[in-house]
């Protein structure tokens, strides 16, 4: 009779077989779609070779995609290529966009999340969003509220408040975005949460949940259970 170990032997083997075999396939696809943005390079063995060069130096295709002008020149890109991968990720963000933009954000939240993740993911500094929701949850804005440090970007309650107001908010959902790539929540940020659930509550206006960027990762307070929305 075997042994439990016996048994169980063969399985991590062929499901390290089937893992390394998808990565494979996830590389040739990512190949395919960084070459075809460069297909502008000269040749197919060139657009093919940088292609492949930055898959090994940023990791994915969504990592390079959404990288920063200076880390693409770093990695020895010239502005027009850098501009040709900017515009394809600006595309993706307005495709998520798009997706959401006339529904519920609430039922649409997995392409919220991809929205966001192209459009603070990569951020050099730590920026505030505000989504602005009406009273069937539809979008009725989406605004860059403030621009902070590396570490830090201040919440003003007062200004958030009146923006709410006059657009007729009747809920707010708070981005930030961490540049360090760590998605995990602060006291800070846990803080600020309860202050601006605090100073719209009396306003008949709900603070739905509070999301943090980070680089692979969005963290939902809300989800967490770090604040109530009532």
Known sequence: MHSLAELAAPFPSRARATVENRKVLWREEDLAVL???????????????????????????????????????????????????????HLVGRVSF???????????????????????????????????????????????????????VPVHLREIAQRALNLGARGVILVHNH????????????????????????LDIRLIDHLIVGRNQIVSLSEMGLYSAI
């Open 35 to 89: 070459q075809w943005i460069l297909r502008d390079m000269g040749s197919v063995e060139r657009s093919r070779s940088v292609a492949e060069d930055l898959l090994d130096h940023f990791g994915s295709l969504p990592d390079c995609l959404s990288a920063p002008a200076f880390k693409l020149l770093e990695a020895g890109l010239e502005p027009s290529v850098i501009h040709q991968i900017q515009s394809a990720w």
């Open 98 to 152: 798009g997706r959401f933009r006339e529904r519920n954000v609430l039922n649409s939240i997995d392409d919220v999340r991809q929205y966001l993740r192209v459009t603070m993911a990569a951020q050099p500094v730590e920026i505030l969003r505000v989504l602005h929701l009406d009273s069937r949850f539809h979008l009725i804005s989406d605004e860059l509220q403030q621009v902070g440090t590396v570490g830090h």
């Open 179 to 202: 540049p360090s790539g760590c998605a995990d929540p602060t006291k800070e940020d846990i803080a600020r949460t309860s202050d601006v659930r605090d100073v719209l509550k009396p």
